[in-house]
Protein backbone atom coordinates (compact mmCIF):
# COMPACT_ATOMS: atom_id res chain seq x y z
CA UNK A 1 0.00 0.00 0.00
CA UNK A 2 0.89 3.67 -0.63
CA UNK A 3 1.62 5.32 2.70
CA UNK A 4 0.68 9.02 3.08
CA UNK A 5 1.87 11.31 5.55
CA UNK A 6 0.50 14.67 6.46
CA UNK A 7 2.12 17.61 8.31
CA UNK A 8 1.12 19.15 10.58
CA UNK A 9 -1.61 16.83 11.85
CA UNK A 10 -3.34 19.80 13.45
CA UNK A 11 -2.97 23.58 13.61
CA UNK A 12 -4.23 26.71 15.15
CA UNK A 13 -4.85 29.72 13.14
CA UNK A 14 -6.47 32.97 13.24
CA UNK A 15 -9.15 34.32 10.68
CA UNK A 16 -7.80 35.92 7.58
CA UNK A 17 -4.55 33.63 7.75
CA UNK A 18 -2.95 32.01 4.71
CA UNK A 19 -2.42 28.35 5.67
CA UNK A 20 -0.13 25.30 4.10
CA UNK A 21 -0.80 21.63 4.74
CA UNK A 22 1.73 18.94 3.17
CA UNK A 23 1.67 15.55 1.89
CA UNK A 24 4.24 13.10 1.24
CA UNK A 25 3.17 10.22 -0.63
CA UNK A 26 5.78 6.67 0.07
CA UNK A 27 6.04 6.18 -4.10
CA UNK A 28 5.99 8.36 -6.97
CA UNK A 29 2.26 8.70 -7.62
CA UNK A 30 2.53 11.35 -10.21
CA UNK A 31 -0.58 13.92 -9.76
CA UNK A 32 -3.17 11.53 -8.63
CA UNK A 33 -3.85 13.22 -5.60
CA UNK A 34 -6.88 14.65 -3.98
CA UNK A 35 -7.36 16.94 -1.18
CA UNK A 36 -10.86 16.88 0.64
CA UNK A 37 -12.66 18.61 3.64
CA UNK A 38 -14.64 17.25 6.53
CA UNK A 39 -16.42 19.37 8.57
CA UNK A 40 -17.38 17.29 12.25
CA UNK A 41 -20.64 15.35 11.90
CA UNK A 42 -20.28 15.68 7.73
CA UNK A 43 -19.29 13.59 4.89
CA UNK A 44 -15.72 14.63 3.24
CA UNK A 45 -16.27 16.89 0.13
CA UNK A 46 -13.76 16.65 -2.49
CA UNK A 47 -12.14 20.39 -3.19
CA UNK A 48 -9.37 19.62 -5.33
CA UNK A 49 -8.63 17.06 -7.67
CA UNK A 50 -5.25 16.05 -9.68
CA UNK A 51 -2.82 17.58 -7.33
CA UNK A 52 -4.47 21.49 -8.43
CA UNK A 53 -7.98 21.32 -10.04
CA UNK A 54 -10.30 22.79 -8.32
CA UNK A 55 -13.45 20.26 -8.32
CA UNK A 56 -16.64 22.56 -9.55
CA UNK A 57 -18.48 25.02 -7.15
CA UNK A 58 -15.31 25.00 -4.93
CA UNK A 59 -14.27 28.62 -3.71
CA UNK A 60 -10.70 29.63 -5.73
CA UNK A 61 -9.08 30.34 -2.18
CA UNK A 62 -8.38 26.77 -2.15
CA UNK A 63 -5.14 25.70 -4.31
CA UNK A 64 -3.15 22.82 -4.38
CA UNK A 65 0.30 21.86 -6.31
CA UNK A 66 2.73 19.41 -6.14
CA UNK A 67 3.77 15.69 -8.15
CA UNK A 68 5.66 12.71 -7.51
CA UNK A 69 5.62 12.50 -3.85
CA UNK A 70 5.49 15.88 -2.35
CA UNK A 71 2.16 17.97 -2.44
CA UNK A 72 0.81 21.18 -0.76
CA UNK A 73 -2.88 22.41 -0.09
CA UNK A 74 -2.90 25.81 0.75
CA UNK A 75 -6.09 28.43 1.65
CA UNK A 76 -5.02 31.42 0.96
CA UNK A 77 -7.21 33.71 3.42
CA UNK A 78 -9.36 31.10 6.26
CA UNK A 79 -12.73 31.85 6.92
CA UNK A 80 -14.71 30.47 9.90
CA UNK A 81 -16.50 28.18 7.21
CA UNK A 82 -12.78 26.82 6.88
CA UNK A 83 -12.19 25.59 9.90
CA UNK A 84 -12.42 21.04 9.27
CA UNK A 85 -10.31 18.75 8.83
CA UNK A 86 -8.51 18.10 5.52
CA UNK A 87 -6.93 15.28 4.23
CA UNK A 88 -5.36 14.16 1.17
CA UNK A 89 -5.39 11.22 -0.76
CA UNK A 90 -3.77 9.21 -3.29
CA UNK A 91 -5.21 6.93 -6.46
CA UNK A 92 -2.80 5.86 -8.33
CA UNK A 93 -2.91 2.49 -6.90
CA UNK A 94 -5.51 0.40 -5.15
CA UNK A 95 -5.94 0.56 -2.28
CA UNK A 96 -7.13 4.05 -2.15
CA UNK A 97 -4.90 5.41 0.97
CA UNK A 98 -5.56 8.65 2.92
CA UNK A 99 -3.23 10.71 4.90
CA UNK A 100 -3.40 11.15 8.97
CA UNK A 101 -5.83 14.12 8.69
CA UNK A 102 -4.72 17.99 9.28
CA UNK A 103 -7.49 19.76 11.75
CA UNK A 104 -7.58 23.52 11.29
CA UNK A 105 -8.68 25.07 14.38
CA UNK A 106 -9.37 28.91 15.29
CA UNK A 107 -6.46 30.45 17.35
CA UNK B 1 -28.17 16.70 -8.81
CA UNK B 2 -25.69 13.19 -7.65
CA UNK B 3 -27.38 12.11 -4.52
CA UNK B 4 -26.21 9.37 -1.99
CA UNK B 5 -28.57 8.34 0.78
CA UNK B 6 -28.03 5.90 3.43
CA UNK B 7 -30.01 3.48 5.73
CA UNK B 8 -30.04 4.70 9.22
CA UNK B 9 -27.70 4.07 12.26
CA UNK B 10 -27.53 0.42 13.31
CA UNK B 11 -26.89 -0.69 17.03
CA UNK B 12 -25.48 -4.78 16.77
CA UNK B 13 -24.35 -7.16 19.11
CA UNK B 14 -20.63 -8.45 18.42
CA UNK B 15 -21.56 -11.71 16.29
CA UNK B 16 -24.81 -10.53 14.44
CA UNK B 17 -24.88 -9.81 10.86
CA UNK B 18 -25.59 -6.53 9.08
CA UNK B 19 -26.18 -5.43 5.86
CA UNK B 20 -26.66 -1.29 5.38
CA UNK B 21 -27.54 0.62 1.83
CA UNK B 22 -27.00 3.44 -0.05
CA UNK B 23 -29.35 4.18 -2.51
CA UNK B 24 -27.89 6.91 -5.24
CA UNK B 25 -29.84 9.01 -7.62
CA UNK B 26 -28.98 11.94 -10.37
CA UNK B 27 -26.33 9.87 -12.10
CA UNK B 28 -26.13 6.80 -14.02
CA UNK B 29 -26.08 4.09 -11.46
CA UNK B 30 -24.76 1.41 -13.52
CA UNK B 31 -22.24 2.81 -14.71
CA UNK B 32 -20.12 4.42 -12.06
CA UNK B 33 -18.02 2.73 -9.42
CA UNK B 34 -19.18 2.78 -5.93
CA UNK B 35 -17.66 2.18 -2.98
CA UNK B 36 -17.19 2.41 0.99
CA UNK B 37 -14.84 4.20 3.19
CA UNK B 38 -14.47 3.39 7.19
CA UNK B 39 -14.15 6.29 9.50
CA UNK B 40 -13.61 4.71 13.69
CA UNK B 41 -14.33 7.18 16.40
CA UNK B 42 -12.13 9.81 15.91
CA UNK B 43 -9.84 8.48 13.38
CA UNK B 44 -8.87 9.38 9.69
CA UNK B 45 -10.36 8.09 6.59
CA UNK B 46 -10.01 3.92 5.56
CA UNK B 47 -10.81 3.04 1.93
CA UNK B 48 -12.84 -0.42 2.01
CA UNK B 49 -13.54 -1.50 -1.58
CA UNK B 50 -15.55 -0.57 -4.79
CA UNK B 51 -18.18 -2.38 -7.04
CA UNK B 52 -19.01 -1.49 -10.86
CA UNK B 53 -23.02 -2.45 -10.61
CA UNK B 54 -23.00 -2.85 -14.07
CA UNK B 55 -21.19 -6.11 -14.19
CA UNK B 56 -20.61 -6.77 -10.11
CA UNK B 57 -16.79 -6.23 -10.99
CA UNK B 58 -15.36 -5.80 -7.09
CA UNK B 59 -11.96 -4.26 -5.77
CA UNK B 60 -11.09 -5.14 -2.33
CA UNK B 61 -8.62 -3.46 0.24
CA UNK B 62 -6.76 -6.10 1.16
CA UNK B 63 -7.45 -4.65 4.95
CA UNK B 64 -10.85 -5.65 4.70
CA UNK B 65 -11.04 -8.36 2.06
CA UNK B 66 -12.96 -11.10 3.66
CA UNK B 67 -14.17 -9.50 6.12
CA UNK B 68 -17.00 -7.49 4.43
CA UNK B 69 -19.01 -8.07 1.27
CA UNK B 70 -20.11 -5.25 -1.26
CA UNK B 71 -22.64 -5.29 -3.36
CA UNK B 72 -25.14 -3.54 -5.64
CA UNK B 73 -28.48 -3.74 -7.11
CA UNK B 74 -28.57 -1.95 -10.18
CA UNK B 75 -32.29 -2.62 -10.67
CA UNK B 76 -33.22 -0.36 -7.40
CA UNK B 77 -30.02 1.91 -7.39
CA UNK B 78 -28.46 0.36 -4.59
CA UNK B 79 -25.34 -0.49 -3.02
CA UNK B 80 -24.24 -2.83 0.26
CA UNK B 81 -22.14 -3.34 2.50
CA UNK B 82 -22.52 -6.68 5.02
CA UNK B 83 -20.86 -8.39 7.71
CA UNK B 84 -21.61 -12.14 8.33
CA UNK B 85 -20.04 -11.81 12.17
CA UNK B 86 -20.10 -8.10 13.56
CA UNK B 87 -16.76 -7.29 16.39
CA UNK B 88 -16.89 -4.56 18.59
CA UNK B 89 -13.75 -3.14 16.28
CA UNK B 90 -16.38 -2.83 13.19
CA UNK B 91 -17.96 -0.01 15.34
CA UNK B 92 -17.68 3.30 12.97
CA UNK B 93 -18.98 5.51 10.35
CA UNK B 94 -19.53 3.93 6.99
CA UNK B 95 -20.01 6.26 4.22
CA UNK B 96 -21.15 5.04 0.66
CA UNK B 97 -19.18 7.35 -2.20
CA UNK B 98 -19.07 7.31 -6.23
CA UNK B 99 -16.23 6.79 -7.54
CA UNK B 100 -15.15 8.48 -10.73
CA UNK B 101 -13.08 6.30 -13.26
CA UNK B 102 -10.28 7.14 -15.40
CA UNK B 103 -9.06 4.42 -17.22
CA UNK B 104 -8.01 2.52 -14.45
CA UNK B 105 -7.68 5.23 -11.92
CA UNK B 106 -10.97 5.75 -9.40
CA UNK B 107 -11.54 8.30 -6.96
CA UNK B 108 -14.71 9.51 -4.52
CA UNK B 109 -16.29 12.55 -5.78
CA UNK B 110 -19.52 12.30 -4.00
CA UNK B 111 -20.51 10.82 -0.78
CA UNK B 112 -23.45 9.75 1.08
CA UNK B 113 -24.63 11.31 4.80
CA UNK B 114 -22.74 8.24 6.74
CA UNK B 115 -24.34 5.52 8.78
CA UNK B 116 -22.90 5.06 12.05
CA UNK B 117 -22.65 1.04 13.36
CA UNK B 118 -22.36 0.59 16.62
CA UNK B 119 -21.44 -3.58 17.56
CA UNK B 120 -21.66 -3.58 21.92
CA UNK B 121 -22.48 -6.13 23.81
Given at each position: ?I?M?Q??S???????DRV??T??A???IG??LNW??Q??G????L?IY????L?T??P?KFS??????????T???????D?A??YC??????????????????? | ?V???Q?G???K????????S?????????????????Q???K?????????????DT??S?????R????AD?S????Y?????L?????A??????H?A???FY???Y??Q???????S
Amino acid sequence: DIQMTQSPSSLSASVGDRVTITCQASHDIGNFLNWYQQKPGKAPKLLIYDASNLQTGVPSKFSGSGSGTDFTFTISSLQPEDFATYYCQQYDNLPLTFGGGTKVEIK
Amino acid sequence: EVQLVQSGGEVKKPGESLKISCKASGYSFSNYWIGWVRQMPGKGLEWMGIIYPGDSDTRYSPSFQGRVTISADKSINTAYLQWSSLRASDTAMYYCARHLALGVFYYPDYWGQGILVTVSS
